[in-house]
């Protein structure tokens, strides 16, 4: 397993911009694709954004397109979710995890490994 910590939500203005980090420790991270999760008051969680292993693919919520990039540096062991363009919808708790599988996932089930989550909030 692969033990994860995200960073850099907080308060935002609409139409505004953050960027998250996701740390990771433990095995080697490049065996890994990571993904963007996020959770709103009330709601399910649901699927932002992934990228795999090496960084060659990645996924986007339809919600999020054009908005949303995520990049990593596996040197680092690190992934980052610019976020760009924010609304007040966006906001929720963002969770980053891990999937070892050899397709890159969109469903949780497809990560084994989460963060504890970092709070994003977007004011109109």
């Known amino acids: 397993q692969v033990q994860l910590v995200e960073s850099g939500g907080g308060l935002v203005q609409a139409g505004g911009s953050l960027r998250l980090s996701c740390a990771a420790s433990g095995r080697t991270f490049s065996s890994y694709a990571v993904g963007w999760f996020r959770q709103a008051p009330g709601k399910e969680r649901e699927f932002v954004i992934a990228i795999s292993r090496n960084g060659g693919s990645t996924y986007y919520a339809d919600s999020v397109k054009g908005r949303f990039t995520i990049s990593r540096d596996n040197a680092k062991s690190t992934v980052y979710l610019q976020m760009n363009s924010l609304k007040p919808e966006d906001t929720a708790v963002y969770y980053c995890?891990?999937?070892?599988?050899?397709?890159?996932?969109?469903?949780?089930?497809?990560?084994?490994?989460w963060g504890q989550g970092t709070q994003v909030t977007v004011s109109s």
């Open positions: 995890a891990a999937s070892s599988r050899k397709w890159l996932g969109q469903v949780e089930a497809d990560f084994g490994s």
